[in-house]
């Protein structure tokens, strides 16, 4: 990503609406999962930290991020390093280690993601699960995707097919941020269309607050029910029995 998005970020992830109902989303899709009371988790690609509290809710954190600037404020949220350990190859990452391993928003980022997701898999204990989120339609790519430098943005296709071809099996494949994806849809493409981005950093704050609010009402549903199309898209990958 371009330095200014990761600047961004640890400015207002900790938040931000978006990124707020989104950790009280996925918190709910964790706590669902039944992980074990000593459950060791794994963030990679975790950027400045911003989701590391929300999964020290359900075991012993350890996390990956090569963005130097990002790392270190990570290590400080997390009390302890975060490590430098670029996907594919994840050198210095233990095997065989982690009940869960969450890479939210990081496939899209990477040339090849089979073969990341096939390196994550080899990090799980048996039954453990590998935690994916992405951003789904290619056809809203825009400027905000070149200047976090995506690689693609997924359909439901194509990420199947990712899984798939790591030799992974697909346990849950869900939409999310679903109900205001036609509101941001719109958003995006008229942003795309005027050559400005729209992030709603300056939103009146009980305007925020809906919208947090209307976003974080998925986490009752997704993973449990169909949602009808989003911004997103969530994955649950286990290995293959």
Not at 44 to 49: I, S, W
Not at 95 to 115: C, I, N, Q, S, T
Not at 151 to 176: C, E, M
Not at 224 to 238: D, E, F, K, M, Q
């Amino acid at each position: 990503m371009e330095r200014a998005v990761y600047d961004h970020m640890a400015e207002v992830a900790m938040s931000h609406h978006w990124y707020v109902a989104r950790r009280r989303v996925l918190a709910a899709v964790i706590g669902r999962l039944g992980l074990p009371a000593d459950a060791r988790i794994l963030e990679v690609g975790c950027g400045t930290g911003h989701n590391l509290d929300m999964l020290a809710r359900f075991g012993t954190v350890s996390a990956v991020e090569i963005d130097d600037a990002s790392r270190e404020l990570a290590s400080e949220r997390l009390g302890r390093p975060v490590i430098a350990a670029p996907l594919p190859e994840l050198a210095g990452v233990e095997r065989g280690a982690y009940d869960l391993v969450a890479l939210l928003d990081v496939l899209e980022h990477l040339d090849d993601d089979r073969a990341a997701l096939a390196t994550l898999a080899a990090c799980l204990r048996p039954g453990g699960r590998i935690l994916v989120t992405v951003p789904a339609h290619p056809w809203l790519w825009s400027a905000h995707d070149e200047a976090n430098h995506h690689k693609r943005r997924y359909t439901r296709a194509s990420l199947r097919a990712a899984v798939a071809g790591a030799g992974l099996r697909l346990d849950r494949l869900s939409w999310f941020n679903s109900l205001l994806f036609p509101v941001a849809a719109a958003a995006r493409v008229l942003g795309k269309a005027s050559g400005q981005s729209m992030t709603g950093d300056s939103l009146p704050r009980p305007l925020a607050w809906l919208l947090e609010q209307t976003f974080a009402a998925e986490r009752y549903a997704v993973g449990r029910v169909p949602l009808p199309p989003g911004l997103s898209l969530l994955a649950l990958i286990s290995r293959e029995a």
